[in-house]
């Protein structure tokens, strides 16, 4: 049974930072891309930041650019999103998730596996 769990969520202020940490069980973590994803009340799931299942190249989403990054350890089956200058509109939701392939840096359809969610609500 293929599990995602995250963690890291919370409550901070405008400015502050957050790293988020989503661990896998339950399949070959080294083969697998990962990806961060958001969502926010009455809005669709976006994605955030993709890595390959190798860690050498990385994705992200325009409005987190220069702001956050992935980040992930094979060994410990483990993914990280570091998020700084966090702002109020980051406030969302936030999910991993896994992809086989074939794609390097998987579309939002290509997710396999997807975990249950760590909030994050950023208050100005």
């Known amino acids: 049974q293929v599990q995602l769990v995250e963690s890291g969520g919370g409550l901070v202020q405008a400015g502050d930072s957050l790293r988020l940490s989503c661990v896998a069980s339950g399949l070959a973590f080294s083969s697998y891309s990962m990806g961060w994803f958001r969502q926010a009340p009455g809005k669709e799931r976006e994605s955030v930041a993709a890595?390959?299942?190798?860690?050498?190249?990385?994705r992200f989403a325009d409005f987190v650019k220069g702001r956050f990054t992935i980040s992930r350890d094979n060994a410990k089956n483990m993914v990280y999103l570091q998020m700084n200058n966090l702002k109020p509109e980051d406030t969302a939701g936030y999910y991993c998730a896994a992809s086989r392939g074939p794609a390097i840096l998987p579309s939002y359809a290509e997710y396999d596996y997807w975990g249950q969610g760590t909030q994050v609500t950023v208050s100005s």
């Open positions: 890595i390959s299942w190798y860690g050498g190249r990385t």
